[in-house]
């Protein structure tokens, strides 16, 4: 595989909330566009689509391992909100907070009354 692609494939797995397609094209020293062909080429997708999953990935660890609130998550995962819930019901059957209340960490927290 090229290196350049290399390089993107490892900035967007350790940092998938940082990322932007122009960013990750001047981290390799290519234009945008032919990052996305050369990307495309070398992985069979695109470098959105690989983002957008990444950030999916990252969004539901967070869910599962975090008490970070659903909103704290997609702004660190780089989600916006107007996507972010189609997105994740699509990928994994259920929005942010019902995969929580099913997957996530369960605490107990008393009421006062």
Known sequence: MDRRIELVISKIDSDP????LP???ELVLLSPSRLRHL??????????????????????LLLRTTFLSVKEIMNLVGLTSSHYVREFRREYGLSPTEYRQKNGLTTKRSRKK
Not at 17 to 20: I, L, V
Not at 39 to 48: H, M, R
């Open 39 to 60: 990307f495309k080429q070398e992985t069979g997708t695109t470098p959105s689509h690989y983002l957008k999953i990444a950030r999916l990935v990252k969004a539901e």
């Open 17 to 20: 909330g940082s990322c932007s």
């Open 23 to 25: 960013a990750l094209a």
